[in-house]
């Protein structure tokens, strides 16, 4: 058996990296790195086939055969190539990997979209795996996939940061849930984070005052928050950990932010009395935290919050979640679940959700939640999950319900809780399995053609 790694990320290379070592891959003949580096402009992205920060990680495997130079000129993301050519590339990739007759596992990350979409049904006979992509993992399959593809995905690997919790993505199919150990990810994480010396970072963690880490993510690229309201969003998430009593705040801006970003939260800081830093360095976030040694971080809906709780108990904050989960659109969003599952965790518990990340007293509460709301984004993938989702709703308080899933997604769905229709709308309500309008218009058709036989038989025309 050889096993193929489609990765794109470092969260996604530290993910296969634990699953090795914690033995959770079973046996393979060889392993296969195929990185592939996915930003709009790879250019200028951190590229984990190449970065010094994971060679380390990429030891773990017996050959690197980065994708980008094989697809080029086309952008990985857009290599779709037409289904008749796919065996002949299935042929050339192999000869390309001297992959020979051996059987072939291939687990891919983002598996919905190309390039591993297209891996995924190019290599026709693989048995396939999922390699977890932080809280989107935890999200339902985003599109109808072939049953060529689905009936072939056998497990779904990834981090266990939301304890109790078991991702969406392919559960319709039945595939494993195969969960890595926080303890074995956190090693991971710290090889990697180890891996390059980084002075800035050690003199940052030479301080002994109670510090908080604020993590930028750059919401306005997915046109979520204009960059005025971005600024004004990562400035209440200082106010937040001054509340908290942090004395020093840490900056770790995304690649993409403004410096302009940097100013506005230093000048809030030190208007509540804290001293301020950034740190721009390629470092996961999550290893900045720990080796800062922070007492708190705050972020929006950030994959390195859920992990941080769960390596190392730190407290965390969420900041904005309520706005996002609005705004996301169309409903069916990837971002949504990750924004539920950050928002479920850092809320009160006396709230009805449940800010320990189990609901309060009721063990499971946090997977309701998670299979309601996938249930409410995917309703034909998931319709497995309706019956559970309707008992979920119904229980809640209507502010809770519409928190997550708003009235027009209730009423469409003829879920718990959805308001009564309006009298327009009752008008326009679909019978007999066509809409009301075309009900009308069909009616009113009819009604000119009888007109005009009467007419004619009236004229004698």
Partial sequence: MIQLFALHSPYGLMTAAAAIDAGLLGASSRRILVPMNTAAVPETALDIATAPRYATLRARFDAIQPLNPLVDPRHPTAWTPDPQDLPLLERLFSRAFDLGDAEIELFAQSPQVAPARTLMTMFSRARLGVIGDGLMTYSPTRNRMPRQVTERVARVVYPDVVPGVEPLVFAEAGAARVPVPPEAFGRVLHEAGEAVPDAALDALAGDDRRTGLVIGQYLGALGLVGAAEETALQVA?????????????????????????????????????????????????????????????????????????????????????????????????????????????????????????????EPGRLQRLVDAVGYAMQPEICAHLRPGAEAFLAALPAAERERYVPPERLRRLGLPGAPAPTVLQRALAPRGGIGRLEELRLTAAGARRRARRVWKAATGR
């Fill in 237 to 361: 998430m200082v106010e937040r950990l001054a509340d908290a009593g942090v004395e020093r705040v840490v900056f770790k801006p995304h690649p993409s932010a403004p410096p302009a970003l940097a100013d506005a939260l230093a000048a809030s800081a030190a208007h509540r009395g804290m001293a301020f830093a950034v740190h721009d360095g390629d470092q996961p976030a999550e290893h900045a935290a720990l080796r800062l040694g922070v007492t708190d971080v705050a972020a929006c809906f950030s994959t390195a919050l859920p992990t941080l709780r769960a390596l190392s108990g730190i407290r965390i904050h969420a900041v904005g979640t309520d706005a996002v989960l609005r705004r996301l659109s169309p409903f069916e969003n990837s971002n949504r679940i990750p924004a539920v599952i950050v928002d479920a965790l850092t809320r009160p518990v006396g709230d009805g959700t449940g800010g320990d990340g189990t609901g309060g007293d």
